[in-house]
């Protein structure tokens, strides 16, 4: 009976305590820049979005919007393993523990996480790269010093905003590569 208190009893190992800590702490720096900087880009992306419907839209344009789209899509799930990390880091700090997560299931997770947020990021850089090109090669096809007589000819402030949405979007997925490869590295010392 002594045996089996002693059993019970016993401390959580300093691999795990420390795998824990990491895994709690970058687990909400990850979750909280993402969502900041997602919800700015959320909002970005929404008058971005609006101004799709306007007559002086930027023609092509679309495609750019619709990757900035699914990269917020894939945001939202890269948040998901950024609180994913943290309830895994307060799991490894009960006593009990055949609960504890195993090592290769807790790395099998972040591996997923950083596809999740290079995937996003990617789509991110192809909106990005797609709508700059279509915005430079219209502010190139006025001549410097006229005055162009049709407002398509313009830069559109929504062409810019549709821009900002995918930079931030980067700047999301680029925080949550961050989060994982940290806890990546961590977790494999």
């Keep these: 009976m ?5 059993e019970l009893a016993t401390p959580i190992p300093r691999a795990a305590l420390r795998a824990s800590v990491d895994l709690k702490t ?14 700015f880009a959320v909002v970005t992306f929404l008058f971005a979005s609006i101004g799709l419907s306007t007559p002086d839209r930027t023609r092509g344009i679309e495609a750019g919007i619709v990757s ?8 939202g799930i890269a948040i998901y393993f950024s609180t994913r990390y943290r309830k895994l880091g307060r799991k490894l700090q009960d006593a009990d523990a ?8 807790i790395i099998g997770l972040i591996r997923w996480g950083l596809m999740v947020n290079l995937i996003g990021m990617g789509l991110a850089i192809i909106g990005a790269a797609s709508i ?7 502010s190139l096809s006025i001549p410097q010093g006229t005055l ?13 905003l549709a821009i900002q949405a995918n930079t931030n979007t980067i700047i999301a997925h680029f925080t949550g590569l961050l ?11």
Excluded at 2 to 6: L, V
Excluded at 98 to 105: G, T, V
Aim: hydrophobic letters at 45%.
């Design 2 to 6: 002594n045996r089996r208190n002693n």
């Design 26 to 39: 970058w687990g909400n720096i990850g979750f909280w820049v993402q969502i900041v900087v997602g919800a």
């Design 68 to 75: 900035a789209f699914i990269s917020l899509v894939f945001l």
């Design 98 to 105: 055949p609960n504890h997560p195993r090592r290769a299931d």
């Design 132 to 138: 700059s090109g279509i915005v430079l090669g219209k």
């Design 148 to 160: 162009a007589a049709n407002p398509k000819q313009f830069v559109q402030s929504i062409d810019l």
């Design 179 to 189: 989060s994982s490869l940290w806890l990546l590295d961590r977790l494999n010392k």
